[in-house]
């Protein structure tokens, strides 16, 4: 499977484990002429900003990347790199949920 649809997928994951506990969240693809670094998911849980870096295989943030996730979570946002399972885990946990199989 090529790079952009594991990363996909794995994004998708995500944005489906929010929306089924009614978390606002969004995806923020990368177009021409927008700033650099920002996460592939924003999401909005209990007034707190939740950002997401999709990370699969062997990726590795970008400079962009680290500096745009530090500042959300020096912001007081949350700021989680990942793929989708270790992504959702942390969720849970701060969901206070059980940790469970992914439900794709």
Known sequence: MNRSRNHSRHADAVMRFLRRRGVWCTRIRATWGQKRGLPDIFA???GRAIAVEIKTGCGRLTP???????????SGGIALTGDAPTVISRLCELFGEAVLPLDT
């Not at 962009?64 to 020096?74: D, F, N, S, V």
Request: without cysteine; aromatic residues 14%; glycine residues 0%.
């Open 44 to 46: 909005v849980w209990n």
């Open 64 to 74: 962009y990347q680290r500096r745009e996730l530090t500042a959300i979570a020096e």
